[in-house]
């Protein structure tokens, strides 16, 4: 049980044991199936748990030349890497820094291909099967005027000499049921690519360490796949690792009556510190409280800190009124939060903390002014 008492707010807590636990189901689920796993930078950035992560996952995968760095330095390997579209001046010291290279499109790797051949990395091409059951259109990388990944009336039947690998990733937050049926789709189309592969990338979205997921299908759905096709399968899960690993304290700082709706302003900001949520967007859920208004229950709408108007989250009912100091702890904010968060109007970023194995508190990173002066100038 975490003692918030002891805690600086804001502040994102990892919770040391479930992030382990996450882990050792998502190693399961790659010896099982013969396949690699790999942290995303992008959903999970928190290079303080690399030593922990480093123990069950041997690599990860980035997004652009500063993650690159991050996964070299903490992680202690090359990257995975993948660059919408890559820039000729950070062009070298990327293939310097990763084992794989996946390009998104043609006239990329008519300009770099070259280049990446003779450096020794493997290079792959991301394809887009078009089809994808996300939901939301800002998520959805198949959508018609997609930037991400190459259909398959420009690659043809035939893999560009020089590429090894096929990427794909169309998921978000998804079971393997949609997997399966996404790998139909992407068969239907690339099936002949995917005999001249030597590997292929399933992306993210795989949130095997949600609670229903059935991992025994994705492991039957995974080996028969690798065997199928006599290639090496990697998935790279951002959500599945942070997934339920700890929070974002906060606190109440005032509590006003606006036109009949009480409101509770707290030391975070949804805007600027769970952006997501405002994005995806979804309402994040509070320990201790009840997620839709109950009727004769103290009602509140949450708001941040900052000035802008929409900076605020729904509404939510409490067993007592809050007041003033009263700690305010939204669940299940480390994936896709931290590596989004912004100092918007000046707001300091929430510290950064990890509670321990032992049940203890650390403190791994607190903010101020220079960290907003220096994203200015």
């Not at 690399?50 to 652009?64: D, E, I, R």
């Not at 068969?187 to 229903?212: C, I, P």
């Not at 939510?316 to 918007?344: C, N, R």
Request: with cysteine; glycine share 8%; hydrophobic share 40%.
């Amino acid at each position: 049980m975490i003692d918030y008492t002891s805690i600086p707010s804001p502040c994102f807590i990892l919770e040391e044991a479930k992030l382990r636990a996450n882990l050792t189901l998502i190693d399961s689920v790659q010896q099982q199936a013969g396949v690699q796993i790999i942290l995303a930078l992008k959903g999970f950035s928190m290079y303080s748990a690399f030593p922990l992560v480093k123990q069950y996952l041997s690599g990860a995968t980035a997004s652009s030349l500063n993650e690159i760095k991050l996964v070299n330095e903490y992680m202690g390997v090359k990257a995975h890497t993948y660059i919408p579209a890559i820039r000729d001046d950070e062009f070298e010291e990327i293939l310097e820094r990763s084992s794989h290279l996946t390009f998104n499109s043609l006239s990329q790797w008519e300009r770099f291909g070259d280049r990446a051949q003779s450096s020794g990395v493997s290079c792959g091409i991301r394809v887009n099967p078009q089809y994808s059951e996300v939901a939301t259109d800002m998520y959805n990388p198949c959508v018609p005027g997609s930037r991400l990944g190459v259909t398959q009336d420009l690659i043809g039947d035939r893999l560009p000499d020089g590429i090894e690998g096929i990427h794909f990733h169309t998921l978000c937050e998804n079971d393997s049921y949609t997997l399966e049926r996404t790998l139909e789709a992407l068969e239907s189309r690339f099936a002949d690519l995917l005999h001249q592969a030597k590997w292929v990338n399933m992306g993210g979205g795989h949130l095997m360490t949600r609670e229903g997921y059935d991992t025994t299908h994705l492991v039957d759905l995974l080996t028969a796949f690798r065997k199928k096709y006599q290639v090496q399968v990697i998935l790279e899960p951002g959500s599945a690792i942070g997934w339920q690993t700890g929070v974002l304290l906060s606190t109440v700082l005032d509590v006003v009556d606006s036109q009949g709706i009480h409101v509770a302003i707290l030391d975070t900001s949804f805007a600027a510190h769970m952006p997501d949520t405002l994005e995806m967007p979804y309402k994040p859920r509070i320990l201790n409280a009840y997620h839709e208004p109950v009727a004769g229950k103290p009602t509140y709408r949450l708001g941040g800190m900052t000035c802008l108007a929409g900076d605020f989250m729904g509404d939510y009912s409490f067993d007592a009124p809050l007041q003033v100091g009263d700690k305010v702890v939204f669940d299940d904010m480390i994936h896709y939060t931290m590596v989004k968060t912004t100092t918007f109007n000046g707001v300091n970023l929430p510290s950064i903390g990890i509670w321990q194995e032992d049940n203890t508190f650390r403190l791994v990173r607190s903010y101020g002014y220079e960290s907003f002066k220096d994203r200015l100038s």
